[in-house]
């Protein structure tokens, strides 16, 4: 496993995933980047693939040049660069081919190394870079994607994601039914700030997180008159206070006091705000890079290649293709150890990710705080929601035969519950096979009564020998369609991710207990949302 070493790297960046001809020059031991961009700007609707692929063609060759000029002016090596770094995925097909051919004959030209960069995982490392965090947990907002990863021995890993679309795509799909143009973020962001809040669907599971259901929403309040500034002012906080709950998450499960934003949609100084207070709120450090390595760049290509070629991750050129599909997850962390975040024990008063929990005399009180990130209206409903669901739902699990807490009381007005105490530690800190076995046996028992947990993380599950109890039923629903149980499955197996080396065979053994005592159908819809790849562009 290597260092991050790059003392005296210089590198040459080349970035072309989807609407961005970028290069960038890199010198670590100036700590200096200096970045030319050429965009992308369709004259209707979305991003057109061809188009995009058309751009990339002519104005590559033009950024690239214009920053090796600059490397050439600024040393007297010849070459003028230690190595070539390109982005070899995720995003449009057309368009990476063209950035890695680029990439290739300008590497053979100069007779360099070249480096091939995960673009996601470019977008946090850039992040931590400028920080100086340790060990954070990242939120990438961008176009298309839109997941939270945390590092764990060796790998990024994807803690949560969107179900369905990128949170910027979901967005422009919006504004491109009102008739706006491209990009549709930063019109959204201005008309919000004439508008009025309106309740709009707020899809949180885990830390996976929807938008299908409140674009849809946006677009009937439109079509029946409301006016687009209050739809906007709603999707803002709805959207966004969605992602800074499952960062928050994030934080609470991994222990990690740290965060980063990355992303084109980070620019957003709504989600930054929300983000601040987020953290703020819980004494963690929140950092938001500059709005030039938010949006797609080649210097946070550059930067992640020199860290690469500093721990001797090069790729040859006959290994060199894309992969339009590229998961931060499937990426060897070469140039930093196998450390993971630190991990907080257990006292008198734990913060979670939205209530904090009190332990009086053998008995949990748990009160739901106001979240200081959200709409005092989008707050208060939520709050009310959930503390009247886990309540119900604890009850209804244990009825079915599911270990859970007794609930002793619930005062809807202040959000609180008072639940008996069960278990000696959370199953974070209690990892074995036996125990995630019966986890998925009771998800499975949940699911034939006709309701889902809605959040099985290591962290709401309680051990006490091999008895394991489930906890925190907020986020919990009825609902008979498989994907809905499939969605337990999914979120149990993050979270294992998130706090496990050994977390692909306990993902295996969740899959197997579930389906000795569960539906089999729900197994194979767990498998395509596995395998759906969300981080197209």
Same mark, same amino acid.
């Given at each position: 496993?290597?260092?991050?070493?790059?003392?005296?790297?210089?590198?040459?960046?080349?970035?072309?995933?989807?609407?961005?001809?970028?290069?960038?020059?890199?010198?670590?031991?100036?700590?200096?980047?200096?970045?030319?961009?050429?965009?992308?700007?369709?004259?209707?609707?979305?991003?057109?693939?061809?188009?995009?692929?058309?751009?990339?063609?002519?104005?590559?060759?033009?950024?690239?040049?214009?920053?090796?000029?600059?490397?050439?002016?600024?040393?007297?090596?010849?070459?003028?660069?230690?190595?070539?770094?390109?982005?070899?995925?995720?995003?449009?097909?057309?368009?990476?081919?063209?950035?890695?051919?680029?990439?290739?004959?300008?590497?053979?030209?100069?007779?360099?190394?070249?480096?091939?960069?995960?673009?996601?995982?470019?977008?946090?490392?850039?992040?931590?870079?400028?920080?100086?965090?340790?060990?954070?947990?990242?939120?990438?907002?961008?176009?298309?994607?839109?997941?939270?990863?945390?590092?764990?021995?060796?790998?990024?890993?994807?803690?949560?994601?969107?179900?369905?679309?990128?949170?910027?795509?979901?967005?422009?799909?919006?504004?491109?039914?009102?008739?706006?143009?491209?990009?549709?973020?930063?019109?959204?962001?201005?008309?919000?700030?004439?508008?009025?809040?309106?309740?709009?669907?707020?899809?949180?599971?885990?830390?996976?997180?929807?938008?299908?259901?409140?674009?849809?929403?946006?677009?009937?309040?439109?079509?029946?008159?409301?006016?687009?500034?209050?739809?906007?002012?709603?999707?803002?906080?709805?959207?966004?206070?969605?992602?800074?709950?499952?960062?928050?998450?994030?934080?609470?499960?991994?222990?990690?006091?740290?965060?980063?934003?990355?992303?084109?949609?980070?620019?957003?100084?709504?989600?930054?705000?929300?983000?601040?207070?987020?953290?703020?709120?819980?004494?963690?450090?929140?950092?938001?890079?500059?709005?030039?390595?938010?949006?797609?760049?080649?210097?946070?290509?550059?930067?992640?290649?020199?860290?690469?070629?500093?721990?001797?991750?090069?790729?040859?050129?006959?290994?060199?293709?894309?992969? /339009?599909?590229? *998961?931060?997850?499937?990426?060897? !962390?070469?140039? +930093?150890?196998? $450390?993971? #975040?630190? =991990?907080?024990?257990?006292?008198?008063?734990?913060?979670?990710?939205? /209530?904090?929990? *009190?332990?009086?005399?053998?008995? !949990?009180?748990? +009160?739901?705080? $106001?979240? #200081?990130? =959200?709409?005092?209206?989008?707050d208060e409903r939520l709050r009310r929601e959930r503390t009247r669901t886990e309540a119900r739902l604890t009850s209804q699990a244990r009825r079915a035969g599911v270990p859970t807490p007794v609930v002793r009381d619930i005062d809807t007005a202040e959000s609180t519950l008072t639940l008996q105490y069960v278990g000696d530690s959370d199953l974070r800190d209690g990892l074995t096979e036996q125990r995630v076995r019966a986890v998925?046996?009771?998800?499975?028992?949940?699911?034939?009564?006709?309701?889902?947990?809605?959040?099985?993380?290591?962290?709401?599950?309680?051990?006490?020998?091999?008895?394991?109890?489930?906890?925190?039923?907020?986020?919990?629903?009825?609902?008979?369609?498989?994907?809905?149980?499939?969605?337990?499955?999914?979120?149990?197996?993050?979270?294992?991710?998130?706090?496990?080396?050994?977390?692909?065979?306990?993902?295996?053994?969740?899959?197997?207990?579930?389906?000795?005592?569960?539906?089999?159908?729900?197994?194979?819809?767990?498998?395509?949302?596995?395998?759906?790849?969300?981080?197209?562009?």
């Amino acid at each position: 496993m290597g260092t991050e070493t790059d003392d005296g790297v210089r590198v040459l960046g080349i970035e072309g995933t989807a609407w961005a001809a970028s290069a960038a020059l890199y010198d670590s031991a100036t700590g200096t980047v200096e970045i030319e961009t050429e965009a992308y700007l369709p004259e209707s609707g979305g991003i057109h693939p061809r188009e995009a692929a058309e751009h990339m063609a002519e104005q590559i060759p033009t950024v690239v040049e214009r920053i090796l000029d600059r490397a050439r002016e600024t040393t007297d090596s010849d070459p003028p660069v230690d190595c070539v770094a390109f982005s070899r995925g995720p995003g449009l097909g057309p368009c990476l081919r063209l950035a890695g051919t680029s990439a290739r004959a300008l590497a053979q030209r100069l007779d360099v190394p070249l480096v091939g960069v995960n673009h996601m995982v470019a977008h946090l490392e850039i992040g931590r870079h400028l920080s100086g965090f340790d060990s954070p947990v990242c939120l990438n907002a961008s176009g298309a994607n839109a997941h939270i990863l945390g590092y764990r021995d060796g790998r990024y890993r994807v803690l949560g994601e969107t179900m369905d679309t990128g949170v910027g795509n979901a967005i422009d799909k919006f504004t491109r039914h009102v008739g706006w143009s491209h990009p549709g973020g930063p019109k959204v962001e201005e008309a919000a700030k004439d508008g009025q809040y309106v309740d709009l669907p707020y899809v949180v599971k885990g830390m996976d997180f929807s938008f299908s259901g409140i674009m849809s929403a946006a677009k009937q309040a439109y079509d029946a008159g409301t006016p687009v500034e209050d739809i906007c002012c709603g999707l803002q906080e709805t959207i966004f206070a969605m992602l800074t709950e499952v960062s928050e998450r994030a934080l609470a499960l991994t222990g990690s006091d740290e965060l980063v934003l990355g992303g084109g949609v980070g620019q957003n100084d709504r989600l930054q705000s929300m983000l601040t207070s987020m953290c703020d709120q819980r004494g963690a450090s929140f950092f938001a890079p500059e709005d030039r390595f938010l949006r797609d760049n080649a210097g946070m290509i550059a930067v992640l290649g020199a860290k690469m070629y500093g721990a001797g991750d090069t790729v040859s050129i006959e290994a060199s293709a894309v992969d /339009s599909d590229f *998961r931060p997850d499937e990426v060897p !962390v070469t140039w +930093r150890g196998s $450390e993971s #975040a630190v =991990r907080r024990t257990m006292d008198e008063l734990v913060q979670g990710a939205e /209530s904090q929990v *009190r332990f009086e005399d053998g008995r !949990v009180v748990k +009160r739901r705080h $106001e979240r #200081a990130y =959200r709409h005092p209206a989008l707050d208060e409903r939520l709050r009310r929601e959930r503390t009247r669901t886990e309540a119900r739902l604890t009850s209804q699990a244990r009825r079915a035969g599911v270990p859970t807490p007794v609930v002793r009381d619930i005062d809807t007005a202040e959000s609180t519950l008072t639940l008996q105490y069960v278990g000696d530690s959370d199953l974070r800190d209690g990892l074995t096979e036996q125990r995630v076995r019966a986890v998925a046996r009771q998800l499975a028992t949940l699911h034939g009564a006709g309701f889902v947990h809605g959040d099985p993380t290591t962290r709401n599950v309680r051990v006490d020998g091999d008895t394991v109890f489930l906890i925190d039923f907020g986020l919990g629903y009825y609902s008979d369609d498989p994907e809905d149980y499939a969605m337990d499955l999914h979120v149990l197996g993050q979270s294992l991710g998130g706090t496990d080396d050994d977390a692909d065979r306990l993902r295996e053994a969740s899959i197997d207990a579930y389906r000795n005592v569960g539906d089999d159908n729900v197994v194979t819809t767990l498998r395509e949302i596995e395998g759906r790849g969300r981080y197209q562009s």
